[in-house]
């Protein structure tokens, strides 16, 4: 499955970003989707998954209660609403699919920068 992240872009403190991720080449019914997050000079971070099937969500502390993960069956696009948005959560944002219990499809990463 080929991924394109998108929605990137520069927020003040307490706003807030949509990213979108569209697949596209399967369906995901079959599919883990995931959003990872990688700030400058830190390892990737899990931020959040949702399985396609079951619709079953679950969050890194750090995001729980601000960020909402979906997805969009007719268009194959699973999306991260980013509310109430810190300068800790800057970092580039990459979602990722899993069928087989590892991250095995990654797409391009988005940048989220968010001033204080």
């Known amino acids: 499955v080929q991924l394109q992240a998108f929605g990137g872009g520069l927020v003040q403190a307490g706003g807030s970003l949509r990213l979108s991720c569209a697949a596209s080449g399967r369906t995901l019914s079959r599919y883990t989707m995931g959003w990872f997050r990688q700030a400058p000079g830190k390892g990737r971070e899990f931020v959040a998954q949702i399985i396609w099937s079951s619709n079953n969500t679950y969050y890194a502390n750090s995001v729980k209660g601000r960020f909402t993960i979906s997805r969009d069956n007719a268009k194959n696009t699973v999306y991260l609403q980013m509310n109430t948005l810190k300068p800790e959560d800057t970092a580039v944002y990459s979602c990722?699919?899993?069928?087989?219990?590892?991250?095995?499809?990654w797409g391009q990463g988005t940048q989220v920068t968010v001033s204080s």
């Open positions: 990722a699919a899993s069928d087989s219990g590892a991250w095995n499809s």
